[in-house]
């Protein structure tokens, strides 16, 4: 599942790092990227919700054999709309999209839960997280060496290639025999979840995901617009930023272990927010010479902590609602995520069609962060009271 997951991740992570880029390139405007972003997160807000009631007692299997499918698919349709002009498809190709990123984004969570021991948690979940970065590191380093050595190729043609890639994870898909399945009883279970537990869980996500919702998507665009960095080169830096990811991401399980929940949670993300605020900062120092440097470095700071809780994060709330609250918590995760990035998305492109520099939006998400950090230090308190 990890492997499969990886190539699905690749094709993610490709876009993230040159799909706005491409489209700012098109003529596309950065409130008009906004809304079709938006789109993609749309679909997964509608649809997580209720594929978490869905696969509860499930093979998980099937959702992952559709979305090694799908995404791949979508992403070349997606990429084919706009070098043709098709513009009108694009909302629909987006919703697309998020949709068969969501059959595995929601079932991997749970089938990590699954078919794991408790002393094999930790590991599998960093695991599973780390798939992220291994893809931008390598479709990174694909965008760059395409940059550098085939310079006729736009960055269309470069997404095109790796889509076709993604359809290498079915491969792996198909090798996976392990499919472990809980039997639960028949109907909608509604009453058997237990509500109060899944929303003192989700609360700090909440807020964390609505400011990440207005930074995260939008990251390249900061780069491109103050620092002229094109996509050649926000490959080698995001490509950067997963390898410090992914080494964090393996050494989480040590981290937790060594400063538990409260303090490896909680110092993370506070020096994260720091180095965001201080990135939003060299927006107003775009002309000196050091401020790419610093932009550079802060962002190098802030993605590989703020990613490095996340396991942790993730860990501590499927814990904390227990196990017949899993499916349900990874569905209601991925909802919130892709809900309050699609808002996001549409409040960053009410913000730009306004005129607001990007310093001051990246603020708004610090400021959501920190009080999101807080809500955290608040649930592993009650975790551990609890425990």
Known sequence: MIKAEFFVQLIGAAFF?????YLAKQGFSDPEIANFISYRFLAVMLLAFPLGFYIKGKPLKPFFILGSLGVPTVAIALVLAIHYGLYHYLPALFILWGVVFTLFQVSSLPYVMRNTSVA??????????????????????????????????????????????GFFGVYYLLKMKVDVVVPV??????????????????????????????TIPFINLFFFHNFQIDSKGFAVIGGVASILVAFLALLVPNVKNKLGFKKGITYTQTTAVLALIALATTEFFASYWWALPVAVLCFWVRTPLMNMAAPMTSELTMNYVG?????????????????????????????????????????ITAGLYGFGVFMYYLLVLDYERRK
């Open 323 to 363: 196990k017949k609250n899993q499916e349900m918590l990874s569905a209601i995760m991925a909802a919130i995520w892709s809900g309050s990035w699609f808002f996001s998305s549409q409040i960053f492109r009410y913000l730009k069609a306004e005129g607001l520099p990007y310093a001051y939006i990246f603020y």
């Open 120 to 165: 094999n948690q930790s590991h599998a979940i960093s695991l599973n997280y780390a798939t992220h970065s291994f893809g931008t590191i390598l479709s990174g380093i694909m965008i760059f060496g395409f940059g550098q050595f085939m310079r006729e190729m736009d960055e269309g043609v470069i997404l095109l290639f790796i889509a076709t890639l």
């Open 17 to 21: 790092l040159i799909l706005n880029i």
């Open 185 to 214: 009883k028949k109907g909608l279970q509604w009453t058997s979840y237990d509500w109060g537990l899944l929303l003192k869980a989700i609360v700090p996500t909440i807020i964390i995901a609505i400011g990440a919702g207005l």
